[in-house]
């Protein structure tokens, strides 16, 4: 049973940065590609951006490519999201997902319980 637990959200201006991380037990994490999924006011879960096994390929949502980057390090079981240019539409509650499909930008099966970033104007 994969374990994940994020970290590094909270309250921040329009145009500042945030770094979440998430920390992955119980599984064989460099067998699963990860994924950030947000759900922000009135909206769905949906894809933010994913990373491969490896950590040589990526994918991001068009919302916020060239703002957010996506990596991870297999040595330390840990992925990260720097996120940049933070804009209010940001605000959501941020998941770490083991295991989605990068082609599909589907979730995998394993969740973290989120971590609010709030974007004020």
């Known amino acids: 049973q994969v374990r994940l637990v994020e970290s590094g959200g909270g309250s921040v201006q329009a145009g500042g940065s945030l770094r979440l991380s998430c920390a992955a037990s119980g599984g064989p994490f460099k067998d699963f590609s990860m994924g950030w999924f947000h759900h922000g006011p009135g909206n769905e879960r949906e894809f933010v951006a994913a990373?491969?096994?490896?950590?040589?390929?990526?994918v991001y949502a068009d919302s916020v490519m060239g703002r957010f980057t996506i990596s991870r390090d297999n040595a330390k079981n840990m992925v990260y999201l720097q996120m940049n240019s933070l804009k209010p539409e940001d605000t959501a509650v941020y998941y770490c997902n083991a295991g989605p499909s990068m082609a599909r930008r589907a979730a995998g099966a394993y969740w973290g319980r989120g971590t609010q970033v709030t974007v004020s104007s």
């Open positions: 990373i491969s096994r490896s950590g040589d390929s990526t």
